[in-house]
C-alpha cells in the first residue's frame, strides 16, 4: 500500500512540475493564451451524432419529419407544403418557409432530394434553395446530366461562384449539404467584414471559405445593405417538386466563457468616480450608431474639460480582456496642443466609489498617438505602462525585446506617482481607424499587452505594499480614463482564467 502512495505521489509531482515547466517556458500567442496553457479554457464535451448525418447534442433541430413547428410560412399563412413519413415536399408556387428562430454564423445541415421522374432541363429541373439569413442562396437543382450556367449549379453560391466540382447524384436519390458560413459584420452602413461560405455536397468540397460579394440575386451584381446580426433560414419554393428531411442547425460564435463588459446601449455594469448620480457619466456617453463608450461627445475642440474614470463593478484578478478603441478628431484644454492620450486602467485598488481623488492606484495600458520613440516627457504611446501609486511596482519581463531602452529604464519615476516601462512597438492604425487591444493579466505575476494583433509589451512582478510588506498586486477593477482627448471605446469581451 505504501508503494502505491509512494507511486500516486510521485506522478502527481510530475504532473505539477510538467505544467509548471511548460507555463515557464511557453510564449504568449496572440490571442492571449501560452502555447499549451493547462489554464485554457476546456472545450465542451457534446455527443455526437451516430454518423456525421445525425444531429450533434449541442445543435438546433429545424427538422426530422415529427412536424413543421419550427418554420412558418413568407406569406403569413398555414404552410401548405406536404408532410410526408421523414421528409417535407415543395407543393409548387405554394410558398417559400422560413425558420421561425433567426440565425448568424452557423453549421447547418440539410439533405434534399429531386423528383424521380426527369422533368424540364436546366434551371428548371429540381429547382430550390438553401437561403442563409434569408439572403445568400445555396443553389439546389437537379445537375446530373443537366447542362446549366455555371454559377446556378447545385453547390453554387448563387449568382457569384460556381462549384469546385459537380458532386450531384442521380435524380430522386437523397443528397446532403454541409455548410460553415460566417455572416458578414457592419457598422452602421459601413461594411467591416463580407459573409464566407464552406459547403460540402454530399460529402465533397465544392466552396472553400469563399466570400460572398453580397446577397445572391438573378442576373444583377451583389451590393451589400445593412442587415441584422442573426435572420430567419429560408427554404425556397421555385416553382418545382424537391425533397427535403433532416435539418439541422449549430450556432456558432463567441466563446461560451466569453463575457461582454459593454452592451453597446447602457452603462451597466460601470461607474464613473465623478459622477454616476442621477444618471450622470461626466464626459462618458453612449455613442449609439458606433455602439460605443463616447469621451467628450458634443464638446467644443479646444474647451477646457474634466478628467474621468469610468470603472468596472466588480473586481478581477486573472483574464483575458480584448477590446476596440479609436481617436476623434478634438483636444481639450490643458492639453490641447499635446499628443493624445487615454488608457485603460487594471488592478484599480482604490476605493473609487468614494469619489474623485486623481487616478487611483493601478496598472495602466497607455493609448496615445506619439510614436514609439519619441523620448520621455509627453510621450503617450499606446502600448507603455504606467505603474500609478507610490506603493506600486512592476518590472520588465524577461523579454525585454518589447521595452525600449532607449527612453528609459525600467522603474525610474517619472514623477513621486508614475512609473514608466515603455514600449518599442506600439503602433496604431491611422486617426478615424478602430484599434484591436488585448490585455491577459496573471494575478500579479505578469501582464502582456497587445495592439492590432502584435505583443508590445509585457510586465512581470506586479506587487504592492500593504502595511509595510511587499505582497503581489493581483486583483482589482477596470477602468477608462477620460484625459483630454476625444476616444471611443467599444466591443469589450473578457474571459475569466480559472485557477
Not at 439572403?135 to 449568382?159: C, F, K, S
Not at 460566417?182 to 454530399?202: C, I, Q, W
Not at 451583389?222 to 416553382?239: I, M, N, R
Amino acid at each position: 500500500m505504501k508503494h502505491l502512495r509512494l507511486k500516486t505521489l510521485l506522478f502527481i509531482l510530475m504532473v505539477v512540475a510538467e505544467v509548471s515547466a511548460q507555463k515557464k517556458i511557453t510564449p504568449v500567442m496572440e490571442d492571449g493564451w501560452h502555447v499549451h496553457d493547462y489554464e485554457r479554457t476546456i472545450p465542451t464535451k457534446i455527443e455526437a451524432g451516430k454518423t456525421n448525418a445525425h444531429a450533434p447534442s449541442d445543435a438546433t433541430v429545424l427538422f426530422n419529419g415529427e412536424g413543421l413547428q419550427e418554420w412558418e410560412s413568407i406569406r403569413g399563412k398555414e404552410i401548405q407544403w406536404t408532410l410526408k413519413k421523414d421528409y417535407m415536399e415543395i407543393i409548387p408556387k405554394t410558398g417559400t418557409i422560413q425558420t421561425k428562430k433567426a440565425f448568424g454564423d452557423m453549421q447547418l445541415h440539410v439533405e434534399w432530394a429531386t423528383p424521380c421522374k426527369i422533368e424540364g432541363k436546366a434551371q428548371k429541373r429540381g429547382n430550390s434553395g438553401i437561403f442563409i439569413m434569408g439572403r445568400y442562396e445555396i443553389q439546389v437543382l437537379d445537375t446530373w446530366e443537366n447542362p446549366t450556367y455555371a454559377d446556378g449549379m447545385a453547390g453554387a453560391v448563387y449568382g457569384q461562384n460556381p462549384p469546385m466540382v459537380n458532386a450531384g447524384k442521380k435524380p430522386g436519390e437523397w443528397q446532403s449539404y454541409d455548410i460553415i458560413f460566417t455572416a458578414p459584420r457592419f457598422e452602421g452602413d459601413k461594411l467591416v467584414s463580407p459573409a464566407y461560405v464552406t459547403v460540402f455536397h454530399n460529402g465533397v468540397l465544392v466552396q472553400n471559405h469563399t466570400e460572398l460579394e453580397g446577397p445572391t440575386s438573378h442576373r444583377k451584381l451583389a451590393v451589400y445593405k445593412t442587415h441584422a446580426e442573426k435572420l430567419p433560414l429560408k427554404l425556397q419554393d421555385h416553382g418545382q417538386v424537391v425533397r427535403y428531411r433532416n435539418i439541422w442547425v449549430r450556432e456558432l460564435g463567441a466563446p461560451k466563457d466569453e463575457i461582454s463588459l459593454f452592451d453597446g446601449k447602457t452603462f451597466k455594469g460601470w461607474n464613473s468616480a465623478r459622477n454616476s448620480k442621477n444618471g450622470n457619466y461626466g464626459p462618458f456617453s453612449i455613442n449609439e450608431a458606433e455602439k460605443a463608450i463616447h469621451v467628450y461627445q458634443g464638446e467644443e475642440n479646444g474647451s477646457k474639460q474634466e478628467t474621468d474614470l469610468l470603472y468596472t463593478d466588480v473586481a478581477y484578478s486573472n483574464y483575458i480582456l480584448k477590446f476596440e478603441y479609436k481617436w476623434g478628431e478634438k483636444k481639450f484644454k490643458p492639453r490641447h496642443e499635446a499628443d493624445r492620450d487615454a488608457g485603460l486602467l487594471f488592478h484599480v485598488t482604490e476605493d473609487v466609489t468614494k469619489g474623485w481623488k486623481g487616478w487611483p492606484n493601478s496598472i495602466e495600458y497607455q493609448m496615445g498617438d506619439s510614436e514609439p520613440y519619441k523620448k520621455v516627457g509627453k510621450r503617450w504611446c499606446t502600448g507603455d505602462a504606467w505603474v500609478i501609486g507610490l506603493d506600486h511596482t512592476a518590472d520588465i519581463a524577461h523579454t525585454a525585446k518589447y521595452y525600449d531602452t532607449s527612453v528609459a529604464p525600467t522603474k525610474v519615476g517619472v514623477d513621486k506617482n508614475f512609473q514608466g516601462i515603455w514600449t518599442a512597438l506600439g503602433k496604431e492604425k491611422p486617426l478615424g481607424e478602430w484599434n484591436e487591444a488585448m490585455i491577459k493579466v496573471e494575478g500579479g505575476k505578469h501582464a502582456y499587452f497587445f495592439l492590432n494583433g502584435k505583443q508590445v509589451n509585457e510586465l512581470s512582478n506586479i506587487q504592492t505594499k500593504i502595511d509595510g510588506k511587499i505582497v503581489p498586486l493581483s486583483t482589482g477593477r477596470i477602468g477608462l480614463q477620460a484625459e483630454w482627448s476625444e476616444v471611443l471605446y467599444r466591443n469589450f469581451r473578457l474571459i475569466e482564467i480559472k485557477k
